[in-house]
């Protein structure tokens, strides 16, 4: 079983909709969990920590589900500039070293 | 806020010959860097950690011998693909967080390295 897995989509998303998709990771001692954004032939960029009460960043709302080892992000009022692709990213416990998902594909339509 | 920056942003090169890509960490020492490869719509897999002042730890099915790590001081390190070959060609981006933080802080990226062996 992969580290971290996500649909990878595409997720055709019409503008000013909601959007929201999950990632699940196998390690239960797993710790820091991160949702970062990547452009097309970009370097990944960090979007949002995850917290286990979750989070919020403006449109962008963030969930940890422990329990059944996932986390979660929400983008409401979608802007043709959140198209990209966003990377589910996990730090285990005890390094620095971070697994990543594939990521979810995000299109926003006019 | 914190900058890695990496060098060069894209490479073309014959089979058989080397490249060297850099990794510098402009306002925050690193004593741990990480180097990744991400092939088209795939995740970023991570290749080797990359510890200053020692050698480099490679993830499985990483040959330490094709890719050279070398991480000389706290603000560089270096990875050199030896005798490339076509197949190597890839997106490598690098990755460092500031020495002595938490679990929760950001890593943050270079820009990434385009490579393409003909």
């Known amino acids: 079983r992969k580290e971290v897995e996500q649909d990878p989509g595409p997720f055709n998303v019409p503008e000013g909709a909601t959007v929201a998709f999950n990632c699940t990771y196998s390690?239960?001692?797993?710790?820091?969990f991160f949702w970062y954004r990547q452009d097309c032939r970009k370097e990944p960029k960090l979007l949002m920590s995850?917290?286990?009460s979750g989070n919020e960043d403006g449109r962008f709302t963030a969930q940890l589900n422990r329990a059944s080892q996932y986390i979660s992000l929400l983008i409401r009022d979608s802007k043709l500039s959140d198209s990209a692709t966003y990377l589910c990213?996990?730090?285990?416990?005890?390094?620095?070293?971070?697994?990543f998902g594939k990521g979810n594909q995000v299109v926003v339509i006019p | 806020g914190a900058v890695v920056s990496q060098h060069p942003s894209w490479v073309i090169c014959k089979s058989g010959t080397s490249v060297k890509i850099e990794c510098r960490s402009l306002?925050?020492?690193?004593?741990?860097m990480f180097w990744y490869r991400q092939f088209p719509k795939q995740s970023l897999m991570l290749m080797a950690t990359?510890?200053?002042?020692?050698?480099?730890?490679?993830e499985q099915g990483v040959e330490k011998d094709k890719f050279l790590i070398n991480h000389a001081s706290l603000t560089l390190s270096t990875l050199t693909v030896t005798s490339a070959h076509p197949e190597d060609s890839s997106f490598y981006i690098c990755?460092?967080?500031?020495?002595?933080?938490?679990?929760?802080?950001?890593?943050?990226f270079g820009q990434g390295t385009r490579l393409t062996v003909v």
């Open positions: 990755s460092a967080k500031r020495q002595g933080v938490g679990m929760n802080t950001e890593a943050f």
């Open positions: 390690n239960s001692a797993s710790q820091s």
């Open positions: 995850v917290y286990s």
């Open positions: 990213v996990v730090n285990c416990y005890g390094n620095n070293r971070l697994a």
């Open positions: 306002d925050f020492q690193a004593t741990t």
């Open positions: 990359s510890n200053e002042g020692s050698k480099a730890t490679y």
